[in-house]
Structures are given as C-alpha cells and as structure tokens.
C-alpha cells in the first residue's frame, strides 16, 4: 500500500506507544517511541511508565522528548495515559503514593457513615488527578473495576475495591468523581472483569468460567455503573469469557460479541475501548492481533511491542480486506475524542486550582489514608505502647526475599527490632505478599507460611504473646493466625511505603478495642474483603 498520510494520520491514533524510564521490569533502558515513527504515525495516545522495584522513577524527560518530536513533525502532542492506581506517586517520584484500592475501601467503611467513607474515596481520586495533571497526565488508567472473588487472584488482590459488586462498584464510581473533579479521564478497567481468574494474564490467557447471568450480576455490575457515571474509557483484559464471546479460548480483546455486543450494545458504553497491554503473554500466541483487536472493537491498543511492526501490520490489514477503512476511521476518531475530551475537562479542572491542596496536605491525607486502612483482627492488641527495640522480637519475615520498595520502607524499623527477653516483650512476625506482573502468583507457598507459622510458635512460646504484621489480601490469612489467642493479626494490606509507616505507627500504640472486633474476625475467616470490615 502506498504511503497516505491520512491512514498513517489513523494508524498513529490507535496505536499508544510505552514511554518507559530506565529501570523499569520491562526494560534496562528508556523506552521512547523513534522519531521517524512519532512523525509518520503521530500517536494521540502514549502510556508512561515510570515504576521501579525501589518505588518510582519521573518520566518526565522521556515525556518531553515525545512531545519536542511530534512538535518538530508539526503534529499535535499525544494524551498521556498513565496506570496510577496508587496515586501520582506510582509513577512519579515527586508526588504523593496511596495506598491500593481495597486498602481505601476499608479505610472508607473506618469512617461514620457510608458518606463520609465516600467522600475520602472522592479525595483520593481528585488527589490522584490533581497531581497527574501537574506531570502531564490526562488520563489515569483506573478506577479497578474487577470484583475480586477469587482468594488467590495473581493479579488484581488488593488492587480491587472489594468482593461484593455493589459495594465495590459504588467505591470504583467515587474514585472516577474524584480524577472527573480533578481535571483528568478515568479509565474502568479490566472488562470483563479479571477478579475471578486464577492465571495472570501477563503470562498467560485467563479464563472466566462464569455463565452469562452470572456474569451480569457480578463481574459486570462496576463497568455498567461506572459507565452511568460517564467513564471516559474502558481497558478489555486479555480475558477468555465464553459465555460473552461464544468462542472458549478466544480473548475479549479479540471478540466482536464482547466488545461490539456486550460492551457497547447492552451496558450502553460508547467511549473509547482500550486494548490492555498488546505485548502481554496472554495474546502472544495469536496472529494478527492488532487488526483482530481493531476489528473486533477495540479503537486504542496500548503498548505495542514494537509499533512500527504494529503499524505495517495495520495496513497490510487494510490492503487485503480483513479491516476496513470504515473501522480504523471510526476507532481513531474516538482516540481523538478522547485527547479532546480531557482538554476541556482539564480547563475546568484548572479554574478549580485555588482550592488545591498543599504537598503536606497531601501527604497528610495518604498518610491518614494508610492509617484508616488498618484493621486489627485475631486476639486484641491491647500492649503498651511501643518504647524501643526490648518490645518486640522480629521472630519471622517470610518470605524470606520481599521487594527492594518493601525492603527499604521496613530496614529502619528492622534493625531495631532485635531478640528482646521478658514479659512485656512480644513476638513480632511480618508476612508479605508481593504481588505484580509476571510473577505468575500471589500468597505464600505452602513452606513459607510452614516456616512463618513455626518460627511464631517459638516466640509466643517466649514471650506468651505477639502479632502477626500482614501485608497482604485478608482472603489469604490463614485460619491459625486468628484462632490462637495469644496472637493478634495487623492487617495491612500490601508491602507498600504509605501502609509501612501506617502499620509501624499502629505497632506503637495501643490498638482500641471494640465490639467491632469479633465482626472484623468472622469477616476475614470467611474470605470476604473488607466489604463489610469496621
């Protein structure tokens, strides 16, 4: 096909090249589209990158080069898409890190009443977006809209609102109010729902075994009530859902009766589909996935693994027939609506400036956040307060190797925490579930949490008390931690700076005690997420 610079003008729009600093998993070195490319296949959407293992990176050089190239071409700069889950700080190392979504939640039901707990919902996603304005971002790639019902999930956990769709959905809707209030786009992800799956999608295809009614009545019911709250866009997980699609083994980003029939037709969504990651391994193994993602529905596809590839691929597509002009038109069309679109959001956004908060009070409110979050459950805690390094002896750490993040929010505190002797000593055992892509699973394995469980006995035994620190999802406490009455459990929720500080605090304080307490124990023995917590 020859060269037209309409068609390349369309390519470039659906097709959202990574911008990566140096450091990331994916990538030793920066990652920026070429300039040839940027100039023949103007993006209007590229997703930035700027988390590290130790915590985050700026991409703001790497942004700036993107946009001096496309200036230099005479094009239009390109949205920027960023996954800022746990705030700006996820990706920015200037701005302010918040805890995951189900941590949120529970700080949410801490409040009063439901208001209230929304309300802080609402602040966190206008702190969210008032700083990923402040960095270039216009569209934040959340809320998390998957239900998470499955106790082992690899890939969502604590990153979902909760595990009763309603609750979950009405939490999901008061985070995308926020980003709205703040000036950015919010994007619903990762339909049709990732919550129930027992694979991570990074490395393989997930399937979702519920029947179509099921579906609708749980993994659905975030997506339709986000898209009642006028979501900007949705994100199609690499996702293989028979009763939507018809096909078993068929992902939802390659399916027609997902996207065009379940996702448009019946939940009434007419913005901007988002492919999820393109270079995932769940589609590795398919053909021509960026012209069957197109011409199934999907108008942006993110991260090609190599978009000029991507982009010959497109119109070697359109010269044999199996996509048409019509349908490249149409999804560009929508990823410029979508450029549009933020640009006048942002314009209200920023006629709001005055009203924005300080860095300390933003800090103020991440750290408050955390500390909400927190939840006692197993026997109470009722010590003195923590006085030094004699109060507690660290008897375990598994698994024995955690993040280089983790690893550095909890070296001051460890160090500290020596073999102490006597009766006002406790026990101390810290587990952490790390989770993130490509690791293929999440939890302890069986010897780790034998070793955890084992190196604890010793030090109840010693000191006839203690507590088990856990940095991970509640459905995964195991029955042991919460029936020994010697032992209380400090649910934490994820190895991450803000819940660190917030639960190193919370060791050094008595923690209250409540009638609440029990609820909180039934709730967590039974799998449920904290729907239902405090």
């Not at 027609?256 to 988002?274: N, P």
């Not at 006629?351 to 860095?359: D, L, P």
Request: proline content about 7%.
């Amino acid at each position: 096909m020859s060269s037209d610079p309409t068609i390349e003008r369309w390519i470039g729009a659906v097709l959202a090249p990574q911008v990566r600093v140096p450091g990331t998993l994916a990538s030793a070195t920066a990652v920026v589209p070429p300039r040839d490319y940027l100039a023949q296949f103007p993006p209007a959407l590229v997703v930035a990158f700027g988390r590290i293992p130790g915590g985050a990176r700026s991409p703001r050089r790497e942004l700036q080069s993107v946009r001096e190239s496309c200036a230099a071409a005479g094009h239009a700069a390109p949205l920027v898409a960023c996954d800022l889950e746990q705030g700006a700080g996820l990706h920015f190392d200037d701005a302010t890190r918040l805890p995951p979504a189900l941590a949120l939640a529970s700080a949410a039901l801490a409040q009063r009443d439901e208001r209230s707990g929304l309300d802080w919902l609402v602040a966190a996603g206008a702190l969210t977006g008032e700083e990923a304005l402040e960095r270039g971002v216009g569209l934040v790639l959340a809320p998390v809209a998957d239900v998470n019902t499955e106790r082992a999930n690899p890939i969502v956990a604590v990153r979902s609102f909760g595990d009763e769709p309603p609750a979950a959905a009405q939490r999901a809707c008061a985070f995308l109010v926020g980003l709205h209030r703040a000036g950015v786009l919010g994007c619903a992800k990762h339909f049709p729902g990732h919550g129930d799956t027992q694979v991570d999608t990074h490395v393989e295809l997930a399937r979702i075994q519920r029947s179509r009614a099921a579906l609708h009545e749980i993994e659905l019911m975030p997506f339709r009530a986000l898209i009642e709250h006028a979501v900007d866009a949705c994100m199609v997980g690499h996702l293989d859902a028979p009763a939507l699609s018809g096909e078993p083994g068929l992902p939802a980003t390659l399916s027609h009766a997902a996207l065009e029939g379940v996702l448009r037709a019946e939940l009434g969504f007419d913005g901007a589909i988002l492919s999820d990651a393109m270079d995932m391994g769940a589609l590795a193994r398919f053909e021509r996935r960026y012209a069957r993602a197109l011409a199934a529905g999907c108008d942006v596809l993110l991260c090609p693994h190599d978009p000029f590839a991507a982009a010959q691929e497109l119109r070697a597509a359109l010269a044999d027939g199996s996509l048409s002009a019509e349908r490249l038109e149409r999804a560009a069309q929508r990823a410029f609506a979508l450029r549009e679109r933020q640009a006048r959001l942002a314009e209200r956004g920023g006629r709001r400036g005055a009203e924005r908060a300080s860095a300390r009070e933003r800090a103020a409110l991440a750290d408050a956040l955390a500390r909400a979050s927190l939840r006692w459950l197993g026997a109470p805690w009722s010590g003195a307060p923590w006085s030094g390094a004699s109060q507690f002896d660290l008897a375990a750490s598994a698994p024995e190797r955690v993040g280089v993040e983790f690893e550095s929010a909890w070296k001051a505190f460890a160090s500290d925490a020596r073999p102490a002797q006597g009766t006002q000593a406790a026990a101390l055992a810290v587990a952490v579930l790390e989770f993130g892509a490509w690791r293929g699973s999440y939890g302890l394995t069986p010897d780790e949490e034998r070793q955890l469980r084992d190196a604890l006995s010793g030090g109840l035994e010693r000191h006839r008390r203690g507590v088990l620190l856990w940095f991970g999802s509640p459905q995964l406490l195991p029955d042991w931690a919460l029936n020994d009455s010697r032992l209380s459990v400090l649910l934490a929720f994820a190895p991450t700076p803000p819940q660190v500080r917030a639960a190193l605090a919370a060791l050094r304080e008595p923690a209250p005690t409540s009638a609440a307490t029990s609820a909180k124990v039934g709730a967590a023995r039974s799998g449920s997420l904290p729907t239902r917590i405090g």
